[in-house]
């Protein structure tokens, strides 16, 4: 687990340099987090390249494996978006959040969670769709506060002379966020509709015990109201990207319940 310690620390150095260069402005400390973020990137590589020696064929049932593919690939998108756009805020921010949500799984899963029996393809490709639709959505939901806090932003001149880091363009923030949301919503049914394929009838028989069956259902209620308000209004404004955000709010608070509780039918 050396590799996975040392992925995690570096992420986190990563998210603080990010948050001083926004504070500060220094170019050094946006340098800094572009370096720590690809070293990060590498790292987490080659734990998964040892996770897949270690547990053949099984990495997306490995929790941290699962959280592994879901922030490599929610880094990989916003670096990529912040090439495009020229500023460092999306990575900036989703470094942050998923910090922040290393952090809690170190909280919640036990490190000795370990090799775990290959089951059906249907299982493993509901943790696949589920894992990549979380991470969608969370792109979503830093896009979704970026536009609240730029629009806000541009609204108070006085502020906005002060801020010295580049923005994204709104349309781009915009557009960003209405398509992670279609995007991760779509994955997560997917997901959805193979796990209930992969469950036992005694599981299936209970599912709706499992918080985070539930909330997800819910969230996904609330996204497609997102969806159809954004369509009408034809910009993401504060109530969208209020749901938005209470929506990303109850599967993170799932994920919490399954992994503090242990309720329901998911392990980690």
Do not use: N
Not at 17 to 24: D, M, P
């Amino acid at each position: 687990m050396i590799l996975l310690h040392a992925s995690h620390v570096v992420l986190i150095l990563a998210a603080v340099s990010g948050v001083v260069h926004l504070v500060t402005t220094r170019p050094v400390f946006r340098k800094a987090m572009k370096a720590l973020a690809a070293l990060f990137l590498l790292v987490q590589f080659g734990f998964l390249i040892q996770l897949a020696v270690t547990i053949p064929k099984c990495i997306l049932l490995h929790p941290w494996g699962v959280l592994s593919v879901m922030i490599m690939f929610g880094v990989s998108i916003s670096w990529w978006m912040t090439r495009r756009e020229g500023s460092p805020r999306i990575v900036t921010a989703v470094l942050a959040l998923f910090a922040v949500t290393a952090g809690m799984a170190h909280l919640l899963v036990p490190e000795s969670e370990g090799v775990f029996t290959p089951l059906g393809w249907e299982l493993a490709f509901h943790i696949f769709f589920v894992t990549l639709g979380t991470s969608v959505l969370g792109l979503g939901f830093i896009a979704g506060i970026l536009v609240f806090l730029r629009g806000r932003e541009l609204k108070h001149s006085g502020w906005a002379k002060k801020d010295e880091v580049v923005w994204p363009s709104l349309t781009s923030l915009d557009r960003l966020f209405i398509r992670s949301l279609g995007a991760g919503v779509a994955m997560l049914a997917v997901g959805m509709v193979l796990g209930a394929l992969s469950v036992s009838a005694a599981e299936g028989a209970v599912w709706f015990r499992d918080p985070r069956i539930l909330l997800t259902l819910v969230a996904c209620v609330l996204y497609a109201a997102v969806w159809a308000l954004r369509k009408k209004q034809g910009f993401s404004t504060k109530p969208v990207v209020a749901l938005a955000t209470i929506g990303f709010a109850l599967i993170m608070i799932g994920f919490l319940l399954s992994g503090i509780a242990g309720m329901g039918v998911h392990k980690f």
